[in-house]
């Protein structure tokens, strides 16, 4: 049996490694209850034994008194006429694996089962055998034992607004922070986290853009307003006031990245020009002001 075995696993078969008793303690031992002592990595780092993934267990484990245990299809390429195998669900193990000797070992028989502690690797629990009776993976007794594996529980929940970790007793735990975030939400600022969440202060158009005054002849300068991204600015004749409604003599400096424009048009002689700005960004415009009368200035010079 373990010379047709070892024929078979040298017959081109890779191993995926074996992420059992990381720590090199001895941690690779499980007791069945007829068979004695079960090595779930009796070729030592590297060799055939298990492999503890996400979705399963793969590889071989070495049974003294039954030889070779399978625990997965995969092994022998035979998932096709008999797809058997152990899965991994965050830890809890189900399926079967298999033993010449031994017969199918069932990891969640009724009453009993294998887990793996997602945040200590260590396992823990009995699986069943109808030929080999419990097989434990564990005890605190006067001879203890265990399995353990590198593998670890993802206790990542994809939400920033939270700090993961990963306890041995309790198991992962989120707990919400206040770091500062990204909501999506163009028009929301200072995102910052609470309660889990992340959310901003609703952002509006900015307010009306203060301190306006040519600085020299041709250049017009602002004072910057809140939230805002860019500015436009409107330019008109002096003999066409009020301001609007639209195009006609009035000319626009759009989306302007700064607080001021420089005007290389001059009036015509005798006329002078007025300037108005506004401040924009990715939720509104801003007004231009009220006429001296109260009402809003309106053009729509400027998109
Ligand atoms: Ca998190
Ligand atoms: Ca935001
Ligand atoms: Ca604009």
């Given at each position: 049996m373990l010379l047709v075995i070892l024929i078979l696993l040298a017959g081109g078969l890779a191993f995926a490694g074996t992420n059992i008793d990381p720590t090199s303690d001895g941690s690779k031992y499980a007791w069945a209850e007829n068979l004695g002592w079960i090595n779930l990595q009796p070729g030592g780092p590297g060799g055939p034994g298990v492999e503890v993934s996400d979705s399963g267990l793969a590889g071989w484990a070495w049974a003294e008194n039954a030889g070779w245990i399978s625990l997965s299809c995969q092994n022998t390429s035979s998932c096709a006429t008999n797809a058997y195998g152990v899965t991994n669900s965050l830890g809890t193990l189900s399926g079967y694996a298999w033993s010449e000797n031994a017969g199918w070992i069932n990891f969640a028989p009724t009453g009993a089962g294998v887990v793996i502690?997602?945040?200590?690797g260590v396992f823990g629990g009995r699986a069943w055998s109808e030929n080999a009776g419990w097989i434990t993976f564990s005890s605190t007794g006067p001879n203890p034992y265990q399995v353990a594996t590198s593998w670890r529980l993802n206790?990542?929940?994809?939400?920033?607004c939270t700090d993961d970790s990963c306890n041995a007793a309790t198991g992962c735990a989120h707990t919400n922070n206040t770091a500062s975030c990204d909501?999506?939400?163009?028009?929301?600022?200072s995102d910052v986290c609470g309660g889990g969440v992340c959310s901003g202060t609703t952002v509006t158009a900015p307010p009306e853009t203060q301190t306006?005054?040519?600085?020299?002849?041709t250049t017009f300068i602002w004072a910057a307003a809140t939230i805002a991204t860019r500015y436009d600015v409107v330019r008109g004749g002096l003999g066409a006031?009020?301001?609007?409604?639209?195009?006609g003599d009035e000319f626009c400096f759009d989306n302007?990245?700064?607080?001021s424009v420089s005007d290389s048009v001059d009036p015509a002689p005798g006329t002078r020009f007025w300037y108005l700005s506004r401040g924009e960004n990715a939720c509104g415009n801003g007004p231009y002001g009220q006429q001296s009368n109260g009402t809003q200035r309106i053009t729509t010079t400027c998109p």
């Open positions: 502690n997602g945040c200590s206790c990542n929940d994809n939400n920033p909501d999506g939400n163009a028009c929301t600022a306006l005054l040519a600085s020299d002849a006031l009020p301001v609007g409604p639209d195009g302007l990245p700064g607080t």
